[in-house]
């Protein structure tokens, strides 16, 4: 059996696959880039990925960037399409140029296929569109047997937390790009979010798992902190097709 993989091998596939030259610093305070941050986060993607029986053979990349071309790169016979803005490598099957917050519009419709594997990450937090819509209108998308992986940020870790205790907003501004987090969720609310969409949750995990070069005191907490799920930073979910909500009269 196939060891999972590292962050240590997110970075060597990045360098391998000359994505470090499209890195890019996130803010003026943090140590990482943004390859760095989220290498955790993506060898835990892969290995969700990889653990997926059957075997998929076509995937949907809901905001196409760095994880498209890890996931090719790891699955090089996944047939992958992708939905949204963003960076588009060369070996994607078909793009679709599409606002996901245009869900809500029932004529609006990105022409999707049928797939094995939807991949939904670090995007919901961006839309303005209740996520039940967005989710509701991508579950036809989905073969029988297939699933969606979310991946989201925990807006009750313990880091906003103490930031709020501290009198200081732990959330985005909204600014011009429009590029920030409109709203973060909790796992509770994932969960009820995916039941109103018509998901059945299959699995929901929470993991300290964006940062490498953590300060001592932050890594510290993580530890002592790691026996309550609750305060951790992200949260990886893996849905299915459930029942399909009623519909409203």
Known sequence: MTRPLTHRDILSMADNLGLRRHDFPLHPTSRDTY???????????????????????TALDIGPGFQTTLLHAASPALAIDTLGGGFVPAFVRRHHEFDLNDFHHADRDPGLARYDLIIFCEVIEHLYTTPETVLARLRPHLHPGGALIVQTPNAVQWRHRVRMALGRNPYDRIIASRMGHYREYTAPELREIAT????????LELRNYFGLRKRRTTALIDRLLWPIPALRAGITAVLTPGTAPPQAP
């Open 35 to 57: 390859l760095e941050c989220h290498a955790k986060r993506y060898a835990h993607l892969l290995n969700t990925v990889a653990a997926r029986t059957p075997t998929p053979r």
């Open 196 to 203: 109103a969409a018509g998901f059945a949750v299959h699995s």
